[in-house]
Nanobody
Framework: VQLQASGGGLVQAGGSLTLSCVAS?????FGWFRQAPGKEREFVAR????????DYADSVKGRFTISRDNAKYTVCLQMNSLKPEDTAVYYC???????????????WGQGTLVTVSS
């Protein structure tokens, strides 16, 4: 499956952004990951295709919302109350597994940069 992410940009702390990822296939679990400069890629959120179950990293819980539109093959990440520490390149990914580890995701989008200024 091919993934195309978009929606990144520059936002002030406390602001919001919505990331979108369009996939060429739909029967996958989708995840969002992020990688800040000098840090390892980390799990942000995931969405299970079979029942819509969602899961979040503790650092974004209550602020970020993952959603998917199966008819449009799209998964979105709504990010509210953004903090400078949310600054990173965000990646959407697809997997047939239900996991938070990036190694279980076989398909990746190109990444979109989110910068949160203080």
């Amino acid at each position: 499956v091919q993934l195309q992410a978009s929606g990144g940009g520059l936002v002030q702390a406390g602001g919001s952004l919505t990331l979108s990822c369009v996939a060429s296939g739909n029967n996958y679990n989708f995840g969002w990951f992020r990688q800040a400069p000098g840090k390892e890629r980390e799990f942000v959120a995931r969405s299970r295709w079979i029942n819509g179950e969602t899961d979040y990293a503790d650092s974004v819980k209550g602020r970020f919302t993952i959603s998917r539109d199966n008819a449009k093959y799209t998964v979105c990440l709504q990010m509210n109350s953004l903090k400078p520490e949310d600054t990173a390149v965000y990646y959407c990914a697809a997997s047939t597994s239900w996991h938070t580890r990036s190694t279980f995701y076989y398909y990746w989008g190109q990444g979109t940069l989110v910068t949160v200024s203080s």
